[in-house]
């Protein structure tokens, strides 16, 4: 069994992916090759808009978080699944707006939104900004006077919620430097700040308390402790607050190890707790806004490589070594990231070899997987990682100049190339 119903092996035990064989993808288009599945990037999307129908009556939107993977043909499906978009940069912006991405759709992030983010975000007109701290905030409540505009606005609430997942993508707790926090009174201040801003309407909150979560519980406690905040501004300020973001962060199948609830029953939990908080609390059912990123792509991708040789080092270690790495897919290096490996033209053959997958940087800790098991390999066999739909293209860099990878998309069988493979010519585009 595969991480998503999108892989399969072919009659020549072959690795495919939306019914496309692998080796050949890799003939055609070279490696390193990331390679999507449209179809079940799409029913990814339908299942996020379908679970929110049906267990909050329809009383949402769900934002693609593009850092994911952002490119104009991943702008283009949201838009036509009905999707907002969630951006937290001028150029993921700029991005979604080439891509003809309606802008009232759209949630700006960032933590330190520069002066000319704030400007682009202002005259594209996006429909909510997500504020995350009172320089910000004064700073969009100038630019929207000069403008002679009204900045829509969400505050990113901390709610002192610790989700079980890696330091480095945890992000609701206290100790972090996103947001407002809670208990120290500085989001009951941001609040009654953002309502005096002329130029500023304050929508509601905002939260996000990780990435990669498997467990309901947390996200339940902080729709929990989001809906008490808003009563108790109600209470303080007379305003009741009607919009609620309840961010990302939905884990997926990276190995067999992983069990990922299915969203619909995230929703369904989630938003029988909304309910109950909102009557307990004599509020109204607030507007909900989810934030999947990894969820809706992270499984429908594989990363082909072409292996140069195999080294073999006795009663230590087996190093493959692969035509791509860190610069392709940093996620090893950054979180000691788990993935499912294959060899894939020997799909039918046993996985008893023990190999580490090594990049091609200067960096000892280049690798992809340490000590995987994986189908005895040698010199061009193709190297299919699995789950690298997000977080891998968007992480991508050119450290040892190298190119970044092409990415092909699978839309009803066919290959298509939806990014070209970078040039020589482009990584000098800039130096001068
Ligand atoms: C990263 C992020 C997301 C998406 O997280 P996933 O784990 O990819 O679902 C959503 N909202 C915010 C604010 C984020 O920072």
Request: one cysteine or more; proline letters at 3%.
């Amino acid at each position: 069994m595969f991480v998503s119903e999108c892989l399969n092996v072919n009659e020549k035990g072959h690795l495919t992916i939306g019914g496309c064989d692998t080796v050949e993808l890799a003939n055609q288009f070279g490696t390193p090759l990331i390679v999507y599945n449209e179809e079940t990037i799409r029913k990814n999307c339908r299942e996020f808009v379908s679970s929110i129908n049906e267990h909050y009556e329809g009383k949402g939107l769900v934002y693609y978080a593009s850092k994911a993977f952002s490119c104009l043909e991943m702008c283009r499906i949201c838009k036509s699944e009905g999707l907002g978009l969630d951006v937290v940069s001028g150029g993921e912006l700029y991005t979604a707006l080439k891509a003809d991405f309606p802008p009232e759709k759209i949630c700006f992030h960032g933590n330190n939104k520069t002066d000319s983010e704030i400007c682009e975000a202002l005259d594209a007109g996006v429909g909510r900004i997500i504020v995350d701290n009172i320089e910000e905030l004064r700073k969009i409540g100038r630019t929207a006077a000069e403008k002679n505009k009204t900045a829509k606005v969400l505050l990113r609430i901390k709610p002192g919620i610790d989700a079980h997942t890696h330091e480095f993508i945890k992000t609701g707790q206290i100790d972090s430097k996103f947001g407002f926090a809670l208990e120290t009174g500085e989001a009951m201040e941001a609040v009654k700040l953002a309502l005096a801003e002329e130029n500023i309407e304050l929508m509601g909150l905002h939260c996000h308390i990780g990435s990669q979560i498997f467990d309901i519980d947390p996200f339940i406690l902080a729709a929990e402790v989001m809906i008490a905040f808003i009563a108790e501004i109600k209470k303080e300020t007379g305003t009741e607050l009607t919009e609620l973001n309840l961010g990302g962060g939905f884990g997926i199948k990276y190995t067999g190890d992983d069990n990922p609830e299915s969203f619909s029953e995230y929703m369904k939990k989630v938003a029988l707790s909304l309910k109950a908080t909102a009557e307990k609390y004599g509020i109204k059912t607030p507007f909900v806004m989810i934030e999947p990123g990894r969820s809706i792509v992270g499984a429908e991708a594989v990363t082909l490589y072409t292996v140069g040789s195999v080294k073999e080092i006795p009663n230590i270690r087996n190093y493959v070594s692969i035509d791509g790495g860190m610069t392709d897919n940093p996620r090893y290096i950054l979180y000691g990231s788990k993935y499912d490996i294959h060899c894939a033209n020997k799909m039918n053959e046993p996985r008893d070899y023990m190999a580490t997958i090594a990049g091609r940087c200067c960096e000892s800790g280049d690798l992809i997987q340490k000590d995987a098991m994986i189908q005895k390999t040698q010199e061009g066999d193709i190297i299919a990682v699995l789950s690298t739909g997000a977080y891998n293209y968007s992480m991508a860099s050119n450290y040892n100049r190298v190119p970044r990878p092409a990415v092909v998309m699978i839309t009803d069988g066919k290959p298509r190339l939806i990014i070209k493979r970078e040039s020589y010519d482009d990584l000098i585009a800039n130096d001068i």
